[in-house]
């Protein structure tokens, strides 16, 4: 394809410099004035002491970078390798938890902790066993017998060497004690004889068919059980496995599958492995394949790109050295500074490339331009870094400016995302300043000679050219057309902006048919739901201590009042132990009677305070979950009602009108130390405190977005608001399936101040770039035209506004400035030397048109090796940047034009006038 | 907040024995005489002193997070007559805290075949008969099993000496039934010249300790020594409880009807005085 490289000439030749600093310098307002008076100065200072230090030094310039790359890599490197070699230094440390989308002292994610503390629960791996091959699923001796021997595995997975210094606790693995599985949960059941038996619900594999049915029926008869462990339909099992940690979730996992391999396909059993945990760590697996895949596979695609359009060796080979090192650089301060490799981070290597490449392409493509006709390197290079200086200097400025703004979200891995994707911008354009002309000073001179010829050719007679020419022609000759359509379209984009649906769901950033996602559908259509979330019912403080008093005193037998006069407003604490002395000495049993009876009105006075044993409060709390279930997104709620009323059942011969909430707290009291005389006492303590004053509803959901957990949110709201709670009762919410609600609701929140915020911030640099402000508004167009259409689209295909695409309009605000830039500065420029915009268009639809386009295609093929990427989130940034791309290529192209045909006296004649007294 | 509700504590140096302990071993068939020997004194000082006994228990359930719950109870014991260390009968009548209070519990202790067990809850007006084909679940809600409360029948085990220290003899005890019992073997103390289990250790299939019994406090009471406190810790669900004995009597002549199901629910008060 000879004489591409006209596209990147003409294209970089922009001669914005000269708009700076020759032909249009005398244009008024402060703004100029201020570039005039120390910007313009400045810059030119800068740029020649730098550019003469480069050109003096090009081989220890390049070594010096070389080097500095290196040893940023050995820091970053090291301390994982080979730990304690360089100490104070931190290894890689990867994060996966979609909890750290909140800063860790954020209050919800405090209460979600303690509340964990308090009702002693962990994260959860959930092994769901199906079986299509078998009448009664998987509980037959075969299928029993494998899950049997896995829950006995599951309970020995430990790793004392966890944590290193022993972590003063428990080790690290599987918490044995509250494993659910048929042979670690216990069966209450009728016993004949009007007995109540306790026992484990599969002590051991049953050795019949018959036994094996059994175990399926017993289970579904316990509502704890039932549509949690044992499936609605009552033929499939969920294990619940909690580990000590989250982050060795994937190591218990990855066991849990060696020993499943281990089974064979004897029973017809299918595994599905599954879980909040169990996802994060597996994200985080595929996150380094993405990270191992992807940016490969968008350099080398870059690298063919630019082999296409400049068939030379030499020529690409910096531009790739340039991105190279900035992601290592980038990479590498990201490690060195502690930060962490995060889903969001972990993409900042695919962002950064396309973006460095560009610059060092400009200058390169200038320089090949120039060096013909002065065959002096030192010089043109001098000639072309002086023109491409301001531009670079820009549209750097402005994508740095763009993720920057990022920083000003409330969403740490966002910020860390931002922050260094600007750190890395800038690093690439400070290296493509200082390594393209070092690298050009080291080439030998003979290989520049033959792209001075190649320079020759022109790109006439070239179908992309024949396009862009019809294209400006439409634009001058449909502008009002193409504005009436843009405002149609904008109205489209607004109805699509307001059908946005704003969700998210951590299972779904795998793909359907991961099998992460497979586990997900099969578990969620068997049982009630495997995303959980908590719902904890609290009693306000007990404000002050419980003080013997009158009344409690008229109470009391007739025989002790005169004893326990004295003690009228101490504390009812201190009190047993004089009743006791006392109750010791009695003389007679009338007496000592008495003395008990005393202290079994202070006892039940201490009691009164056990909110969570009261009939009411407890019945308050069954109609509450029947609410819950009411919505129709909650599968399930497992609560203390559940447990007092199926012992209470059980008591009162199994009968179904016995499943309810006794009459008095003594009774709720005595069903409850009837269910602690079980093999799992301490399962109790999962849904209410020991002091009855907090309790919890473990909440199953079968969908994790974000959406229907909020939907779930308000009709508990709702219901509490309609139904006062007794004993001044209040609600709060935790679990991961909430943090996710309400690190989304910060995000979007967030999204907007920073897109607020750094478009202002761009508008400003504009109009200071063009020292005008309708200038500076109209290189704004394609921006927003572009935001309006990206996220217009997204609520019309009704694809979730969910983190990728939050981080969009930031990204957008980065890339599509730029094309502005470029085709405003060199629509100006143009016009001036034209006598009216038509004649300017065929020139401005000309070389710079193809640049933009051709723009478009580098950065925009260079994104769309997300696509590969196993993860969810990569493939929705990578379609939608490159779809952003064209977008603002294409409004860039089509829109500006249009406006400036129609609005050319506002835009030019005072610029023309200008040029003339310049000129004068 | 919950020390608050301790309601009666132990006067514990005023105190002297009881029949509560942990963990006897027994003699099986086959095995050298002097482990037999060991097994059954060990069982015997643990669980048969006297012919009857009583006490009164506050036991203090501490859970992994530190927080506390109480129970208070008086424990009757009866032997069989047979004076062979095997029937037993006990009642466990609650006292404290005051909403289970007149819970009680009935136990026909049968070494060598299921236990009888019946459970009077007053706030529902019941008497359940329980099925107790385990003995190995939490005794009310505390880290003591029924089994440690009621005793283990030392056939279920066999026994050897690992070790024999100046103080005590160190006992290795592993399930006939490994399938009906959650441990893979324990370990037992026995002090020598009393033939009290002073601490027991259960192990898992990892050769984990994971569960053990410790005799605190170790007085004599008409010339029986007896534990006075003891103490279950539990790593596998965090915690511990521990139980303090007070008013403990022996020889007491208890009636043998008051250990039926009648006196459940009209509790024998002038014996649990």
Redesign the interface.
């Known amino acids: 394809m000879p004489g591409t490289l006209d596209f990147y000439l003409e294209y970089t030749n922009l001669e914005i410099t000269k708009l700076n600093t020759g032909g249009f310098s005398v244009v008024s307002g402060w703004p100029g004035w201020l570039w005039e008076r120390w910007g313009a100065r400045r810059k030119r200072d800068m740029e020649k002491r730098l550019m003469k230090l480069v050109m003096d030094w090009p081989g220890r310039i390049m070594a010096g970078v070389v080097l500095a790359a290196v040893v940023v890599l050995v820091l970053a490197v090291v301390p994982s390798v080979k730990p304690g070699l360089l100490p104070g230094l931190p290894s890689v440390r990867v994060d996966t938890d979609p909890e750290n989308m909140l800063s860790a002292d954020e209050p919800v994610r405090v209460f979600h902790n303690r509340m964990r503390g308090e009702f002693d629960l962990h994260d959860v791996i959930v092994v769901g066993v199906v079986n299509d091959s078998h009448d009664s699923g998987v509980f037959h001796v075969e299928s029993l017998k494998e899950i049997y021997a896995l829950a006995e595995y599951a309970e020995t997975i430990r790793f004392s060497e966890e944590g290193g210094d022993g972590g003063g606790g428990r080790e690290a693995g599987v918490i044995g004690a509250d494993i659910i599985a048929p042979s670690t949960v216990d069966n209450i059941e009728q016993a004949g004889l009007g007995s109540v038996r306790f026992e484990w619900l599969m002590a051991e594999p049953p050795e019949t068919e018959e036994a094996a049915l059994a175990v399926a029926a017993k289970a579904a008869n316990i509502p704890f059980l039932d549509n949690t462990m044992i499936s609605g339909d009552g033929k499939a099992l969920a294990l619940y496995i909690p580990v000590t940690d989250k982050n060795i979730s994937y190591q218990v996992a990855e066991k849990l599958r060696s020993k499943i391999a281990e089974f064979g396909t004897g029973s017809g059993n299918t595994y599905h492995i599954t879980g909040l945990p169990v996802a994060q760590d597996q994200f985080g697996v595929e996150m380094f394949r993405q990270m191992a895949v992807s940016a490969p596979v968008a350099m080398l695609l870059i690298f063919i790109l630019m082999w296409v359009f400049f068939r030379n060796l030499n020529l690409i080979i910096s531009p790739m050295v340039v991105a190279m090192v900035a992601v290592i650089l980038t990479m590498g301060l990201l490690v060195i500074s502690g930060n962490t490799i995060h889903i969001m981070s972990s993409m900042i290597p695919i962002f950064i490339m396309p973006i460095a490449v560009l610059d060092a392409v400009h200058i390169l493509s200038d320089f090949f331009d120039v060096y013909p006709r002065m065959k002096d390197r030192r010089r043109a290079l001098e000639h072309v870094m002086d023109e491409l200086w301001t531009p670079m200097f820009f549209t750097s400025l402005t994508t740095c400016a763009g993720f920057a703004s990022l920083a000003f979200t409330p969403i740490p891995p966002v910020q860390v995302f931002g922050i260094f994707i600007s750190i890395g911008v800038v690093l690439a354009w400070l290296l493509t300043v200082v390594l393209i002309p070092a690298y050009i000073m080291i080439m030998p001179e003979k290989s520049f000679e033959k792209f001075g010829m190649e320079h020759e050719h022109t790109a006439s007679g070239w179908s992309l050219a024949g396009v862009l020419q019809k294209t400006g022609r439409i634009t001058y000759h449909h502008a009002r057309l193409i504005l009436v359509l843009v405002l149609v379209a904008g109205a489209g984009a607004a109805y699509g902006i307001s059908k946005i649906q704003i969700n998210d769901n951590p299972v779904k950033w795998f793909e359907p048919e991961h099998d992460i996602r497979v586990a997900d559908r099969v578990l969620n259509e068997k049982f009630a739901g495997t995303y959980m979330a908590y719902l904890t019912l609290q009693a306000p403080e007990v404000e002050g201590e419980l003080t013997l008093d009158e009344s409690m005193l008229a109470e009391a037998p007739e025989s002790v009042r005169d004893a326990l006069e004295p003690h009228l407003g101490k504390p009812l604490a201190d009190l047993n132990e004089i009743i006791l002395e006392k109750q010791d000495a009695a003389a007679s049993d009338e007496l000592w009677d008495a003395w008990e009876d005393a202290a079994l009105l202070i006892g039940r006075r201490v009691q009164e305070s056990d909110v969570f044993k009261l009939p009411e409060v407890l019945r308050y709390m069954e109609s509450l979950q029947q609410h819950l279930l009411d919505t129709g997104l909650v599968g399930k709620s497992n609560g203390l009602t559940d447990v007092v009323r199926t012992v209470h059942r059980e008591l009162f011969l199994g009968e179904q009108e016995a499943f309810r909430i006794p009459d008095t707290s003594a009774a709720v009291a005595q069903t409850l130390i009837t269910y602690q005389g079980s093999h799992r006492p301490q399962d109790l303590w999962h849904f209410v405190t020991p002091d009855y004053r907090k309790a919890n509803l473990w909440i199953q959901l079968k969908s994790g977005d974000n959406r229907d957990m909020q939907a779930v949110v308000e009709a508990v709201d709702e219901f509490m608001d309609d139904n006062p709670a007794p004993s001044g009762i209040t609600h709060s919410w935790f679990g991961l399936t909430y943090i996710n609600v309400i690190w989304q609701e910060k995000m979007v929140a967030g999204m907007m101040e920073a897109f607020i915020g750094s478009f202002v911030i761009v508008l400003v640099m504009m109009i200071v770039l063009f020292r005008s402000f309708w200038w500076g508004l109209l290189s704004m167009i394609p921006l927003t035209v572009t935001i309006a259409a990206i996220y217009g689209f997204i609520g019309l295909i009704g694809k979730d506004y969910d983190m990728p695409v939050a981080v969009l309009s930031s990204l957008s605000l980065g890339l599509a400035v730029d094309y502005a830039i470029h085709f405003l500065a060199r629509s100006r420029e143009i016009r001036a030397r034209c006598s009216s915009w038509k004649e300017a268009v065929g020139l401005v639809f000309g070389e710079p048109g193809r640049a933009i386009a051709r723009n478009v295609v580098v950065i925009g093929v260079g994104f769309l090796p997300l696509l590969l990427a196993p993860l969810v989130p990569y493939q929705t940034v990578g379609f939608f940047i490159s779809a952003i791309l064209v977008v603002a290529g294409a409004a860039s192209l089509i829109i500006l034009p249009a406006v400036l045909r129609l609005a050319e006296p506002l835009f030019f004649r005072k610029a023309a006038e200008k040029q003339d007294t310049d000129n004068h | 907040?919950?020390?608050?509700?301790?309601?009666?504590?132990v006067k514990s140096a005023m105190l002297l024995g009881t029949m509560l302990g942990v963990m006897a071993a027994g003699a099986a068939a086959g095995h050298a005489a002097d482990v037999n020997e060991v097994v059954g004194k060990a069982n015997h000082a643990a669980y048969y002193q006297g012919t009857d006994g009583k006490a009164r228990v506050s036991m203090v359930i501490t859970?992994?997070?530190g927080?506390?719950?109480t129970r208070d109870f008086t424990i009757l014991r009866r032997d069989s007559s047979d004076g062979q260390d095997t029937e037993q009968k006990f009642y466990v009548y609650?006292?404290?805290?005051?909403?289970?209070?007149r819970?009680a519990f009935l136990v026909w202790k049968h070494p060598g075949q299921d236990d009888d067990r019946w459970?009077y809850?007053?706030?529902?007006d019941?008497v359940?008969?329980?099925?107790a084909?385990?003995e190995?679940?939490?005794?009310?809600?505390s880290h003591f099993f029924?089994e440690d409360v009621s005793g283990r029948n030392p056939s279920e085990d066999t026994h050897e000496i690992l070790e024999e220290t100046d103080n005590y003899y160190v006992l290795k005890s592993t399930p006939k039934d490994p399938?009906?019992v959650e441990f893979a073997y324990y370990k037992n103390w026995i002090h020598k010249t009393t033939f009290i289990p002073v601490k027991t250790e259960f192990f898992d299939?990892?050769d984990k300790a994971y569960r053990t019994y410790e005799a605190l406090k170790v007085e004599k009471v008409d010339d029986f020594y007896t534990v006075v406190q003891s103490r279950m810790t539990d790593?596998?669900?965090?915690g511990s409880t521990t139980m303090s004995y007070s008013k403990v009597e022996y020889n007491l002549d208890l009636p043998d009807d008051i250990f039926s199901e009648r006196y459940l629910r009209a509790a024998p008060?002038?014996y649990l005085?």
């Open positions: 907040m919950n020390d608050n509700r301790r309601q009666g504590t859970d992994g997070q927080r506390e719950r609650f006292n404290r805290p005051a909403d289970v209070n819970t459970l809850l007053p706030a529902l019941l359940k008969r329980i099925a084909s385990d190995r679940t939490s005794f009310v809600g029924y399938g009906a299939k990892q790593s596998n669900i965090g008060r002038k005085r």
